[in-house]
């Protein structure tokens, strides 16, 4: 589970990163990426709607949404508030594939 410091829990937070932020798409996920210093943590928001599925599903993406957000944190990544939200299709993609396309999209300049 994602500490609470390195989560986003406010609508603001979510509404600046959607907005300002660089969106990277893939085939199941829209990541949106703010940086915001190399001083701050990480913090990962996640957005899941019905579109994704019933309950069941909509709470496995976000599950593995969220641990691969920890494995990011874990690895290093720092200054940057991250939303991904779900695509429809993110309901039958396994984990290797959330995996790699959520990691892809944090590559480049976010890595610290």
Do not use: C, Q
């Amino acid at each position: 589970m994602l500490a609470r410091a390195n989560r986003l829990v406010s609508a603001d937070d979510y509404r600046t990163v959607l907005r300002r932020g660089r969106r990277v798409a893939t085939a199941n996920t829209v990541v949106s990426i703010l940086d915001t210093g190399s001083g701050t943590m990480a913090r990962f928001g996640f957005i899941v709607t019905r579109k994704v599925g019933n309950a069941v599903s909509r709470n496995r993406v976000r599950r593995r949404m969220k641990a691969i957000a920890r494995e990011l944190v874990d690895g290093g990544v720092r200054g940057v508030d991250v939303v991904v939200r779900a695509l429809p299709d993110a309901a039958s993609a396994n984990w290797a594939t959330l995996h790699s396309e959520i990691t892809a999209a944090m590559d480049g300049s976010t890595r610290r």
